[in-house]
C-alpha cells in the first residue's frame, strides 16, 4: 500500500492555471491506478481524473475535460494535475487516490487517499 501527500494547492484567479502534484511513499506506486477527487463545502466526493498504472490510459469528469490533464511520473512516484482555464466552480479540497485497478475510472474502489490540498478560484 502507498502513503499519498498532495500539494501544490492555493488562491488564483479565474482563468489562472495550477498543478497539483501527489507524492507516494511505499511499495508499488507504478503498480496502482490512480485518480484525483475533489470535494466542495456541503458537496460529496466527486471524481475528477483518473489514469492507468504506466500512464497510457486517462480518463476526466465532463466538467474538466480539455481543461485538466492528469499524468504520472513512476520513477519519481509522483502524480500530477495540470488544471488551466480555471473556473470558481473548481475551488475545493482535492485528493488524490489509488486504486488496485491498473486503468481506474470514477466508480472504481481507491484503498489509500491522502490529506487533500485546497484549491480556491476567485472571480
Known amino acids: 500500500q502507498v502513503q499519498l501527500v498532495e500539494s501544490g494547492g492555493g488562491l488564483v484567479q479565474a482563468g489562472d492555471s495550477l498543478t497539483l502534484s501527489c507524492a507516494a511513499s511505499?511499495?508499488?506506486?507504478?503498480?496502482?491506478?490512480m485518480g484525483w477527487f475533489r470535494q466542495a463545502p456541503a458537496r460529496e466526493r466527486e471524481f475528477v481524473a483518473a489514469?492507468?498504472?504506466?500512464?497510457?490510459?486517462?480518463i476526466y469528469a465532463d466538467s474538466v475535460k480539455d481543461r485538466f490533464t492528469i499524468s504520472r511520473d513512476n520513477n519519481k512516484n509522483t502524480l500530477y494535475l495540470q488544471m488551466n482555464s480555471l473556473k470558481f466552480e473548481d475551488s475545493a479540497v482535492y485528493y488524490c487516490?489509488?486504486?488496485?485497478?491498473?486503468?481506474?475510472?470514477?466508480?472504481?474502489?481507491?484503498?489509500?487517499w491522502g490529506p487533500g490540498t485546497q484549491v480556491t478560484v476567485s472571480l
Open positions: 489514469i492507468s498504472w504506466v500512464g497510457f490510459s486517462t
Open positions: 487516490a489509488s486504486s488496485r485497478e491498473l486503468a481506474p475510472d470514477g466508480r472504481s474502489s481507491y484503498d489509500s
Open positions: 511505499g511499495r508499488g506506486f507504478s503498480t496502482y491506478g
